[in-house]
């Protein structure tokens, strides 16, 4: 699947915990699985491709981040990337926004934008698949996605297909509170505090009583799934991916 | 006579000390790097008039939100009064503008409401501060002087609203026995209630309207001469940092062109940087090497908490709080200047915003998610300042905490923020 020659319609960018982390490369299937299902011919970089360098950059180190982007921007060139849809949201900010500057420009989606377009074209409907209908879901906004890129209504657009029943978090879009992972929090032990940050937003998310959390983002579902499991609530609530969503209703 | 020449004195002496200090100000602010935020002029007068001018951010919280517009409101209407209040002083006068008839009466009229609603606002934020003791209000920022600079500029108002409305008042009363010059003018529909309250002698009335004339208008003054020591700048540099707050994809991060051409000359050895390549540190240490929009941000800030408050971060416990680093930028920023003013520009007290100020716990337990220049009604950036420390002390003194420092050098040979083989990253599609 590595791009070889021909061009295909998108590049589909996996990204680190998407090509390594056993619960993220769910989802990754599930977004190729999708772009199967709809028919768009779609590449991956495999082992060419590196970390866009989103997590030096927001520690603060400017000159790996550089020295990544650029990497990256020298392979995408190559295989003349146009188009890129990625199912992280930090990848995507990165690709997006930061990117452009150092000569790498191309039209960057994150999955959500995909499933929305999709649904609005009516290519991606529920059939033959687990229903969702009247199920309750709430929706964990990724930071990276809302405020930083004012994305909020394309992953919602999944649950309505779903006839899903979305509950929302007093603290959603806007004023969505991070599970605790970016800046770099991910690899790293948190800082003295009273509380952790995953443990204050899965508390929110379960007053609910949801059966889905959903995310959109592999960083924001290890920290809700580890909320989860803090609480003991694997059996009765699922942490899943919007993608995971999509293709599940749909038999995928 | 002797009123007119002592009026014109006072607010001579309040408007120069009040120029003297912005003056100093403005130099602090210009002591930060330049950066060119002049792109998209449109854009930035909506951003403006959105944000400062229509307090569009302020109504996130409904309650403090429609106060704040009230007293908002009122200050900016009230000043229609002061200027012929001014004009008054000057010349010796006596409502000037009461030939505009039954115009006059309706703006006077509205005047009184608005000091009305001015007066109840203040009072109800003293008991949210003092009495209820919002816990957005508290944190280990807002110390002994931030507390009660909140409380002087409330109390404040709310003494410049009753001498208003008992001017009013006498003169109300004095024109209703048509005496001297108080002439028939204004209407009084909130003062003419407490009219009662006060002395039915003509002597009496007189003293007390001139008194709260002279104490409202003396007030203003030294309120005027407050504003640049305290967290009430924000009336007037809200409007310059929205128009230069950033307009970008909250999300994107500079990228370092300093950096940029090391790295090209890394990567590519026949790669010369242009010759006006910006030098010297990367990251920032002091409030010098911020830019200067980070430090307008510093004396725009308003101490309300709404960042911090939504900040996941301070939220569950840990010592990162937005307001904090804001305040501490514009603490240690006076600081500078005040050593510029006693031992001239090049002098060195050997302190920094990093380390004195803000210290690495805080800067590490940010999680970068933009909830705080959400939350700030005034467009505020403290992540700006969050990130320019972190490079400091990353790329300047190599001090990451140990987990860090093993991400980068796992996305450093293996490409990925982890420690697996770059080989492997295609196995995803095999173990299925
Ligand atoms: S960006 Fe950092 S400082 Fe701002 S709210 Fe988020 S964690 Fe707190
Ligand atoms: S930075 Fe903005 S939100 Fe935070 S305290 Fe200052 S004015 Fe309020």
Not at chain 2, 114 to 130: E, K, M, Q, Y
């Amino acid at each position: 699947m590595a791009a070889e020659g021909q061009e295909p319609e998108v590049l589909f960018w996996v990204g680190c915990a998407g090509s390594f982390d056993e619960r993220a490369q769910k989802i990754t299937r599930a977004v190729c699985s999708i772009l199967q299902h709809v028919g768009i011919s779609y590449a991956v970089l495999g082992t060419e491709e590196s970390c866009t360098g989103d997590p030096a950059k927001r520690a603060g180190n400017e000159f790996l981040f550089q020295m990544m982007a650029i990497t990256n921007i020298e392979v995408l060139n190559a295989y003349n990337i146009k188009k890129i849809v990625t199912a992280c949201p930090h990848c995507f900010n990165t690709l997006k926004n930061e990117y452009p500057n150092l000569g790498g420009n191309y039209d960057v989606i994150h999955h959500s934008q995909l499933l929305q377009q999709l649904i609005d074209e009516g290519k991606l409907k529920v059939t033959g698949g687990e229903s969702f209908k009247g199920k309750k879901i709430t929706f964990h906004d990724p930071c990276y996605l809302g405020r930083a890129n004012g994305v909020y209504e394309a992953p919602r657009s999944v649950f309505e297909i779903l006839d899903a029943e979305l509950v929302e978090m007093k603290r959603c879009k806007t004023n969505g509170l991070c599970c605790g992972a970016g800046g770099a929090q991910m690899f790293k032990e948190p800082e003295k505090g009273n509380k952790d940050i995953n443990i204050e937003r899965v508390e929110e998310a379960l007053e609910l009583k949801p059966s889905v959390i959903a995310a959109a983002c592999p960083f924001c579902m290890t920290m809700l799934r580890d909320g989860v499991k803090h609480f003991e609530k694997e059996a009765e609530v699922e942490v899943l991916d919007i993608a995971e969503l999509a293709a599940r209703a749909n038999d995928l | 006579m002797i009123g007119q020449i002592l009026f014109v004195l006072i607010a001579g002496a309040a408007i120069g000390l009040f120029s003297k200090n912005v003056k100093k100000i403005r130099r602090n602010i210009r002591l930060g790097k330049p950066l060119d935020r002049s792109d998209n002029p449109a854009e930035r007068w909506k951003t403006m008039a959105m944000v400062a001018l229509g307090q569009s951010k302020m109504t996130a919280r409904p309650v403090a939100g429609f106060l704040h517009i009230l007293i908002y409101l009122g200050f900016v209407i009230i000043n229609l009064e002061v200027m012929e209040i001014v004009i008054d002083g000057v010349f010796g006068t006596h409502r000037i503008f009461s030939f505009l008839g039954g115009f006059y009466n309706v703006l006077i009229g509205s005047f009184e409401f608005l000091a009305l609603g001015v007066l109840l606002a203040c009072i109800i934020f003293l008991i949210r501060r003092n009495v209820l003791k919002l816990k957005r209000f508290s944190g280990i920022e807002m110390t002994e002087w931030p507390r009660s600079d909140a409380n002087y500029i409330l109390i404040a108002e709310i003494l410049l609203m009753i001498a208003f409305l008992t001017m009013s008042a006498a003169d109300y009363k004095l024109q209703g026995m048509g005496i001297g010059h108080y002439i028939k003018a204004g209407a009084f529909p909130v003062s003419s209630f407490i009219a009662d309250t006060l002395p039915h002698n003509e002597a009496a009335l007189v003293y007390t309207e001139r008194f709260c004339w002279w104490f409202h208008i003396v007030g203003i003054f030294i309120f005027l001469n407050y504003i640049p020591y305290s967290k009430h700048f924000h009336i007037l540099l809200a409007f310059p940092n929205t128009w230069y707050s950033n307009l970008k994809n909250k999300g994107e991060f500079n990228n370092m062109s300093s950096v940029t051409n090391e790295v090209k000359a890394m990567l590519d050895p026949s790669f010369t940087p242009p010759a006006d390549a910006p030098a010297g540190k990367f990251g920032a240490k002091d409030v010098t090497d911020l830019n200067w929009v980070n430090l307008m941000n510093a004396y725009t800030c308003t101490e309300c908490g709404r960042c911090t408050s939504s900040c996941p971060a301070n939220i569950t416990g840990k010592l990162l709080s937005p307001r904090k680093i804001m305040m501490d930028t514009r603490d240690r920023l006076e600081e500078v200047g005040r050593n510029i003013d006693t031992h001239g520009p090049d002098y060195s007290d050997g302190k920094a915003l990093l380390g004195d100020y803000i210290t690495n716990e805080e800067l590490w337990a940010c999680t970068t998610c933009n909830a705080c220049t959400q939350a700030c009604p005034v467009n505020i950036d403290p992540l700006a300042i969050i990130v320019e420390l972190r490079r400091y002390l990353v790329m300047e003194e190599s001090n990451a905490p140990a987990s860090v420092n093993n991400m980068f050098s796992n996305v450093e040979n293996n490409q990925a923020p982890w420690k697996y083989a770059p080989a492997d990253r295609f196995n995803w599609a095999k173990n299925d």
